[in-house]
């Protein structure tokens, strides 16, 4: 089928696109500034137009020859009313959808009843907006979700900040409140596969949801668990509403106040599938709760760097180069840059030479034996552009240690060195910053040592230390 996809620069989007290639299908992405799309690793499979899904004539445009049309934007976090935003965008694409004589609309909306008058204001929304779609002749397939379990989901990037700073915590009450969360490999699949379910003749809401039925405090203390922290320790208050709990995540978190807030008052309602489960017409079986966590759990926000152990292939859970700054998790980074005269080649035979017949000269992390050179492992390498270390000894997070040489264009050779750590929790990060002493010692000399070592003369750019 040929499938338009709004918002393929969002968490969403961008990891659907992908996975309609892989079904075979060929894919037109409407982006208001396409531009943004240049780092996604699928750009060059797909076809790319401008248009804005509050102009009706972009819309119809792009629809143009479209079999099905994925409904994938959200304004929250970007604007103040941003439920009247949403019900523009969907009567747009729902009319442009029904001009260009599409089959089918597919929409990604949020759990919780129907007839709940306490719905919070952002899942009323999500909520309308999937009734404004299926106002059309176009039929609609409504897919419902709870807390999207993923690296870069905001959901889940705030359920990480949370317990990766606080080993403990003043909760309101709604952290008792019952969630299902769902695995974002398992929403992707479910929203491709309703494409071609053999039943798109009527419009339709499905709820989609991971098999374990948890409260928010069940969630924060099982990743812990699965995150290697300590058991946190949660009282709960009654006196936190959710405005002055959106007001404290934001301090100790990356989300914006703006995102933070409606993702809080979510939480006050109960979201688990009820009476129209996906499983009635997609035969898939979602992991558990505990899985989704290991997965968005594997790499942190630099793409090249494993966690976890783990060196299998890539997947949706993983962080993507058009994730937001605040996702994927938090990596702290002191990076260096010389410039030398000296060929790639002999800077690079410098660096292999660590704890070879120099050894001992270069150590590169200060650690309890006398070389911690003994203590890493080389994780990475491709002659003679890259190295990189990983840290074997014990340490409150994931450690690395990497060289990347490129050539300049009046041959001289650039050495970018960095030293990268993933914290675990706050003692992780207390860890790191009391570093900072050694860090002034060690690293910023051996970028010098390595580029004399070579035979070349030395000139230092601007370093940082820094977290992303």
């Not at 037109?28 to 531009?35: E, I, K, S």
């Not at 019952?178 to 379910?197: E, F, M, N, S």
């Not at 489960?277 to 793409?303: I, K, M, N, Q, Y």
């Not at 938090?330 to 050894?359: K, M």
Request: glycine share 10%.
């Amino acid at each position: 089928m040929k499938i338009l996809v709004t918002g393929a620069t969002g968490y969403i989007g961008g990891r659907l696109v992908p996975e309609l290639l892989a079904a075979g299908h060929e894919v037109r992405c409407l982006a208001r500034t396409p531009d943004k799309l240049d780092d996604a690793v699928w750009r060059d499979e797909v076809e790319v137009v401008k248009g804005d899904l509050t102009d009706q004539d972009s819309v119809r445009d792009a629809f143009a020859g479209v079999d099905a049309g994925y409904f994938l934007v959200h304004s929250m976090g970007g604007a103040d009313d941003f439920a009247a935003q949403d019900r523009e965008a969907a009567a747009t694409f729902r009319d442009g959808a029904a001009t260009a004589g599409a089959g089918l609309i597919v929409y990604l909306g949020g759990l919780g009843a129907d007839d709940d008058p306490d719905l919070s204001p952002h899942l009323s929304s999500r909520h309308e907006v999937g009734e404004v779609l299926a106002a059309g002749p176009v039929p609609v397939t409504e897919l419902r979700a709870a807390v999207i379990i993923g690296s870069g989901s905001a959901s889940f990037e705030m359920l990480r900040s949370l317990v990766e700073v606080l080993p403990a915590m003043v909760t309101p009450k709604w952290v008792g409140n019952r969630c299902q969360p769902i695995a974002i490999g398992d929403v992707l699949a479910y929203l491709v596969a309703v494409l071609d379910d053999g039943d798109q003749g009527r419009s339709r809401v499905l709820e989609v949801g991971g098999p374990d039925v948890l409260t928010y405090a069940d969630m924060m203390r099982t990743y812990a668990t699965v995150a290697g922290l300590r058991p946190r320790l949660l009282v709960s208050v009654p006196i936190l509403t959710p405005s002055l709990s959106s007001l404290w995540i934001g301090l100790v978190t990356p989300l914006p106040v703006g995102l933070a807030r409606p993702l809080v008052e979510s939480l006050v309602n109960e979201v688990v599938v009820t009476d129209r489960p996906v499983s009635t017409v997609v035969d898939h079986e979602p992991v558990g709760f505990g899985t989704a966590l290991d997965l968005a759990l594997r790499r942190v926000s630099d793409l090249e760097v494993a966690t976890l152990g783990s060196e299998t292939g890539r997947t949706p859970a993983d962080p993507l180069p058009t994730d937001p700054d605040w996702s994927g998790g938090r990596l702290l980074v002191d990076e260096q840059q010389i410039v030398t005269r000296a060929s790639r080649e002999d800077v690079f035979a410098v660096i292999e030479g660590i704890g070879g017949s120099r050894r001992g000269s270069l150590t590169p992390f200060p650690g309890r034996r006398r070389n911690a050179v003994d203590s890493w492992r080389v994780e990475a390498v491709d002659r003679p552009s890259l190295l990189r270390l990983r840290a074997e000894m014990r340490l409150p997070g994931e450690a690395w240690l990497e060289w990347r040489l490129d050539t300049e264009d009046d041959g001289r050779t650039r050495l970018h060195q960095r030293a990268l750590f993933h914290p675990r929790g706050i003692g992780g990060r207390a860890y790191w910053y009391a570093l900072l002493p050694f860090h002034l010692l060690v690293f910023r000399r051996m970028g010098h040592r390595i580029a004399r070592a070579a035979g070349g003369d030395v000139e230092r750019l601007p370093e940082t230390a820094s977290a992303s």
